[in-house]
């Protein structure tokens, strides 16, 4: 079974600028949570989706935005990026009611 | 809101040793997560514990759950070079979404 895959692995961008990023779910997971990794904050909750719908949402600007699509996969977007959006950004994929939850190899944004 | 210490932050031990880290929680743990971490790379699930005493075990990895003490505790025997990463333990903070500790950097000298 293929694991959760997200795309780009690596991201360069410029202040100012927009950025989506991709996840694909572990097949027949239905929830697809994001996260934010830096060396200061540590691991953070973005938002998670389940059936298209966002059911949770992180303590992040407006800035921050995503959505589901029909068969699961998700997309995150970034607008009017920041030097401080620069992390490691985090997919991860479950069944959902509380089972544990996979994770993709992330996708690493630099912000110059 | 919940908040997860570990401790130590970092550990650095001979191959062969056996080490513990732990993770103690602000709130009553109902249920934790314990994931590893490879540099850049993505979480791999360890091992989920969901009450109280319970004790699970994933080759040379055991990991526990002490409701009373609000506190996990992940214990590594006779470690290995391929144990070397960042062990994070995680709760469930509301439906789905995870709350983690900072994290455990483990290193394993040959």
């Known amino acids: 079974k293929a694991g959760v895959t997200q795309t780009p692995r690596y991201l360069i961008k410029t202040r100012g600028q927009q950025v989506t990023l991709s996840c694909s779910p572990i097949s027949g997971h239905r929830s697809v949570s994001w996260y934010q990794q830096t060396p200061g904050q540590g691991l953070q909750f973005l938002f998670e989706y389940f059936s298209e719908t966002q059911r949770n949402k992180g303590n992040f600007p407006g800035r921050f935005s995503g959505r589901q699509f029909s068969n699961s996969r998700s997309e995150m977007n970034v607008s009017t990026l920041e030097l401080g959006d620069s992390a490691l950004y985090l997919c991860?994929?479950?069944?959902?009611?509380?089972?544990?939850?996979?994770f993709g190899d992330g996708t690493r944004l630099s912000i110059l | 809101s919940q908040e997860l210490e570990q401790s130590p932050q970092s550990l650095i031990v001979q191959e062969g040793k056996n080490l513990t880290i732990n993770c103690t929680s602000s709130?009553?743990?109902?249920?934790l997560y314990w994931y590893k971490q490879k540099y850049g790379e993505g979480l791999i699930f360890l091992m989920m514990l969901q009450k109280g005493g319970e004790e699970k075990s994933h080759e040379k990895i055991t990991a526990k759950l002490d409701e009373k003490k609000q506190q996990s505790s992940l214990h590594i025997t006779a470690s290995q070079p391929s144990h070397a990463g960042i062990y994070l333990c995680?709760?469930?903070?509301?439906?789905?979404?995870?709350?983690f500790g900072k994290g455990t950097k483990l290193t394993v000298n040959p």
């Open positions: 709130k009553t743990l109902y249920g």
């Open positions: 995680g709760v469930q903070g509301g439906s789905e979404k995870l709350v």
């Open positions: 991860a994929s479950s069944v959902g009611n509380n089972q544990p939850q996979h």
